[in-house]
């Protein structure tokens, strides 16, 4: 995650740089998360969105530290990269809420987190130009942090879960054949996830709603901070 640029601060020449392309990229894995469960099926829709949700995550880390080191800092960049990371959490919190059965423990956090993306993107954007003053805090890189962790927990314990499941209805010839071919036919691996699902899942709740009360919080701390230049607008 790398801090906005202040309205002050010029253009850089040179938006394309490998900071930039990096964001792009973790960009276009925000559908691509979506895109898995359409073209494959479970578990491997789970094993592949984890992987890609993995990957784009630790570009936001590569993405805003090569560019403060090389000092590559761009306008497209800043712009970006709040954009790339609120995509790729909301869009994989309704993949996940979807897929596991509406759980009311989940629906609570992944709400809280929702309405403070959408409430701060507004606040950004009512302010204009004075929304560069609003710099990006410890507080919210750990939320940032907290909420991609856990969702990569979740979409562990949504492929355990699926295991889990078709290894109980073995009886089903279909779902026998299907299980033969992504190879976990094997009791181990059913037992694995019978026992290892829950306890993955229940996790991965404890993480999101961490990462909610994180989220909250960060979200009061941008209108605790706003709310001067909101009276200012209002005279």
């Given at each position: 995650m790398r801090p906005p640029l202040h309205p002050a601060d010029g253009p850089r020449a040179m938006p394309w740089t490998l900071p930039n392309i990096l964001t792009v990229l973790r960009l276009l894995a925000a559908p691509g998360v979506a895109v898995m469960f359409l073209y494959f099926h479970r578990p491997w829709a789970d094993w592949f969105a984890l992987v890609l949700f993995g990957l784009a995550?630790?570009?936001?880390?590569?993405?805003?530290?090569?560019?403060?080191?090389?000092?590559?800092?761009?306008?497209?960049?800043?712009?970006?990269?709040?954009?790339?990371?609120?995509?790729?959490?909301?869009?994989?919190?309704?993949?996940?809420?979807?897929?596991?059965?509406?759980?009311?423990?989940?629906?609570?956090?992944?709400?809280?987190?929702?309405?403070?993306e959408v409430f701060v993107s507004g606040l950004r954007e009512y302010l204009g130009d004075k929304a560069g003053l609003l710099q990006v805090t410890k507080l919210a890189k750990w939320k940032t942090t907290a909420q991609m962790t856990a969702i990569a927990v979740?979409?562990?314990?949504?492929?355990?879960?699926y295991v889990r499941e078709a290894g109980q209805m073995r009886s089903n010839a279909e779902l026998l054949a299907t299980l033969s071919d992504i190879g976990t036919e094997d009791v181990s691996v059913v037992d694995l996830a019978l026992y290892g699902g829950t306890a993955v899942w229940q996790f991965g709740l404890g993480l999101i709603w961490l990462a909610a009360v994180l989220t909250v919080l960060t979200g009061w701390d941008y209108f605790r901070k706003a709310r001067p230049l909101l009276q200012e607008d209002v005279r």
């Open positions: 995550a630790i570009t936001d880390f590569f993405d805003g530290y090569l560019a403060r080191a090389w000092k590559q800092e761009s306008r497209l960049g800043a712009m970006l990269d709040p954009i790339a990371d609120k995509a790729m959490v909301v869009i994989a919190l309704l993949v996940i809420t979807g897929y596991s059965g509406m759980d009311p423990w989940l629906i609570l956090p992944a709400t809280a987190i929702l309405f403070r979740l979409f562990l314990a949504m492929g355990l879960e």
